[in-house]
T-cell receptor, first 111, second 114 residues
Framework: GNSVTQMEGPVTLSEEAFLTINCTYT??????LFWYVQYPGEGLQLLLK?????DKGSNKGFEATYRKETTSFHLEKGSVQVSDSAVYFC??????????FGTGTRLKVLA | SQTIHQWPATLVQPVGSPLSLECTVE??????LYWYRQAAGRGLQLLFY??????ISSEVPQNLSASRPQDRQFILSSKKLLLSDSGFYLC?????????????FGPGTRLTVL
């Protein structure tokens, strides 16, 4: 079946450091891929998405590229801020109405 | 624009009591609707989804049930709560008739069963 694997957290970085959160997936067909962010006590917010191979999703300085050859969708940001501290979820859907989420990666950014 | 509402925001209930959580979506029609549960510090567990009024698909055969009495209303219920039902309940929607689009989440309901 379909699955999403994310790197274990927590990830602790200093402000302005480079961020990478790894995400790999297993899916049949051609899934759409997403990154969501969750702040404490809130629901998930869509951060970015990509719907086909080699697409690059970007938003608020975050980027991720849909790599079909490596089945990956790693999240990157060049310079993190304290306000980026949150839990990040990688997710996919492959046309079955269901969405598969990774277990989440907690990011803590220190001033 | 579309908005999604959930209530209540917080709920504390005794074991064995009933439950009713409500979710409504505004600004769209015939959405696909979802209920998830998130245990503390954990990922999302899909509980139910619905692609139309009266159509409910269950992913987790537990003491929970879901109903969709109106196009944009999704209700999560239980007749008798268990301690293990504690968690953060999230409602989400996607555009109806489409299967590859993003989900949009509500603000969540924090349920504590004592």
């Amino acid at each position: 079946g379909n699955s999403v694997t994310q790197m274990e957290g927590p990830v602790t970085l200093s402000e302005e450091a480079f961020l990478t959160i790894n995400c790999t997936y297993t899916a049949t067909g051609y899934p759409s891929l997403f990154w969501y962010v969750q702040y404490p006590g809130e629901g998930l917010q869509l951060l970015l998405k990509a719907t086909k191979a080699d697409d690059k999703g970007s938003n608020k300085g975050f980027e991720a590229t849909y790599r079909k050859e490596t089945t990956s969708f790693h999240l990157e940001k060049g310079s993190v801020q304290v306000s980026d501290s949150a839990v990040y979820f990688c997710a996919l859907t492959s046309g079955t109405y269901k969405y598969i989420f990774g277990t989440g990666t907690r990011l803590k950014v220190l001033a | 624009s579309q908005t999604i509402h959930q209530w209540p925001a917080t709920l504390v209930q005794p074991v064995g009591s009933p439950l009713s959580l409500e979710c409504t979506v505004e600004g769209t029609s015939n959405p696909n609707l979802y209920w998830y549960r998130q245990a503390a510090g954990r990922g999302l567990q899909l509980l139910f989804y619905s692609v139309g009024i009266g159509q409910i698909s269950s992913e987790v055969p537990q003491n929970l049930s879901a109903s969709r009495p109106q196009d944009r209303q999704f209700i999560l219920s239980s007749k008798k709560l268990l301690l293990s039902d504690s968690g953060f309940y999230l409602c989400a929607w996607t555009a109806g008739g489409q299967q590859y689009n993003e989900q949009f989440f509500g603000p969540g309901t924090r349920l504590t069963v004592l």
